[in-house]
């Protein structure tokens, strides 16, 4: 009996272990205890922000200056930030007559302790707060609370602020079309169907323009699975436009802008951007892909943050505007930004890579931070979505997928062929995910186009990641023996993963041994496929194992991307970056003939014999 005690607390001890170190951390909004909020006005108390009219000359996004006094001052003070402003149990949506509502019955859009820039504050009861707004279809109010986040007292509020056109079209995003010639802009406003008409009007840089039309998606509470989506995390998404640029000419340059015609015959437009249209498939020119997960999103004032809970973002974003004339493509591959339920942190998202997403494809997959819940039909049967089950996702970035609720997909890129998986549905053998991975490995004509590779959330191929090195898998349990087999049939180049929150690849490997000692400069067959751990994005670094592995090339505990170069159809370059510098810090090269993809190695060419 005594046995089985000592037993029992060692699975309790490992469980507690890998739970800490695969664990993203909590939400920083959902620590506020919402339905605890009490009235406690003070006379003497007062919160201001000016100025109060923003976007004047048409900005998204404004700098606010907030000052507030309390008379009984303390640490645990804090201030949030509402949208719509009137945040008072009015608002509520009723559910029993016989039940008063809550103060409060949805979470601010963000908050920051009024200590935070006064270290003085619980001494002389007054502080100031220099905080950023985005354009987010309503107006704004703060207010300055007692108590903590656990037992929050309202002691104070503000005017109302307002951008000058709340409604206004905004955050365009691109992503590729089912066909290599088109592209798709994506945005999101105040204004329905039947209060104004969307549309892109576009055409190649100095030349005549076309208008194209958009359609429009939005959703309620009830399309989501559970809280706190459909409750304190809940606030109303506003419309999803969508419209589709076809018929582009390879590698030209085009210029857009949204526009929305209202019902009075008046236009509100978006300001102009660029892009550059995709390369034919197989067209051999240079080529430029950054691939990276787990990002997030992060204040720039230092609002939201918990536990580090994705420091990393704001770096990354940086990063890739910094260097974005020299990227042609953007995969973000799954735990997109973080928002777990709290449905304004999504339009914070797209605000913060708007200079990314408006000038080149931004294509993300699905993540268990988008995707899981119980009962929906996820492939984990977790809550990690916050009861989003993917809605959010699939309704806020388009994706060339035959059904954008099953979010796996392939992209041809001129002399790349890209096959996302969504580990978030079932991908074993036998299942119709798989028979789409094999079709899309198999169906690519590799002397057009020999680069490639596979994507997906979850690391279904190798990881020295703790968590995976204590269930002793290295990986997703189940990823490798049901999909290596394809890898390498089908002479998959790369596989890059995110989840693992850091960096980390691997020799050419097939069912756990190196196919090739080089570690730099591959020529010729690889006879494997190389792994990589890309999910250092943003969000919380998560810890190796200290179990040494034959196949682990390089790790590094740091937030980066990756970056893959194909200058023509026999040389391709792979680097992997750090955000904080934009410095390689790893890297390899492939060159090979379209011989050397044809070559036979085990388990990729059929059985063969003198007779046949």
Known sequence: ?????????????????????????????????????????????????????????????????????????SNDDWVGVFSPANFSASTCPEENRRVYPPLLCSAPIKFQYANYSNPKYNVNGKGFLMLQLINQRSD????????????????????????????????????????????????????????AEPFIQWGPKGGDHIRSPAGTLTFTRNSLCGAPAKTVG????????????????????????????????????????????????????????????????????????????????????KQLIQDLKKIDLVFHIGDICYANGYISQWDQFTAQV????????????????ERDWPGTGS?????????????????????????????????DYGMYRFCIADTEHDWREGTEQYKFIEHCLASVD????????????????????????????????????????????????????????????????YQNICTDEEKQHYKGPLNGTIHVVAGGGGASLSTFTTLKTKWSIFKDYDYGFVKLTAFDTSNLLFEYKKSRDGKVYDSFTISRDYRDILACTKDSCPSTTLAT
């Not at 109302?160 to 590729?176: D, E």
């Not at 204040?299 to 704001?314: C, H, R, T, V």
């Not at 708007?354 to 931070?369: D, F, K, L, T």
Request: charged share 15%; aromatic share 14%.
């Open 1 to 73: 009996m005594g046995e089985s005690k000592y037993i029992f607390l060692a699975f309790v001890l490992v469980f507690s272990m890998y739970h800490n170190v695969c664990s993203h951390g909590d939400q920083p909004l959902s620590k506020i205890a919402v339905h605890k909020a009490t009235m406690s006005l003070l006379d003497l108390a007062y919160i201001k922000a000016s100025p109060t009219v923003l976007g004047l000359e048409g900005q998204t996004t404004e700098w606010v200056t907030v000052e507030y006094s309390s008379p009984i001052p």
């Open 234 to 317: 809940w606030r109303d998404p506003g419309f999803i436009h969508t419209s589709f640029l076809r018929e582009l000419w390879p590698n030209k340059i085009y210029e857009y802008r949204i526009g929305q015609k209202l019902n009075n015959g008046t236009y509100v437009w978006s300001p102009k951007y660029e892009f550059k249209a995709p390369p034919f498939p197989g067209q051999n020119s240079l080529q430029r892909v950054v691939i990276f997960g787990d990002m997030g999103k992060e204040e720039a004032d230092g609002s939201n943050e918990y536990n580090n809970f994705q420091p990393g973002s704001l770096n990354t974003t």
């Open 379 to 411: 492939f984990y049967q977790n809550m990690d979505s916050g009861g989003e089950c993917g809605v959010l996702a699939q309704t806020m970035f388009y994706v060339p997928a035959s059904n954008r609720a099953k979010f796996w997909y392939s992209v």
């Open 140 to 195: 704004f109010s703060f207010a300055l609370f007692s108590g903590g986040l656990s037992n929050p007292k309202l002691v104070a509020v503000s005017d109302k602020v307002a951008f000058l056109n709340p409604n206004a079209p905004v955050y365009p995003r691109l992503a590729l079309g089912k066909s290599w010639d088109e592209i798709t802009v994506t945005w999101t406003s105040g204004y329905g169907i039947n209060e």
């Open 446 to 509: 590799r002397q057009k186009q020999p680069w490639l590779v596979f994507l997906a959330h979850r690391v279904l191929g190798y990881s020295s990641c703790i968590c995976y090195a204590m269930e002793g898998s290295f990986g997703e349990p189940m990823g490798r023996d049901n999909l290596q087999k394809l890898w390498q049939k089908y002479k998959v180049d790369i596989a890059i993963y995110g989840h693992v929150h850091n960096y980390e690849r691997t020799c050419p490997i």
């Open 354 to 369: 708007e200079p990314i997403a408006s000038a080149v494809p931004y294509m993300i997959a699905s993540g268990n931070h």
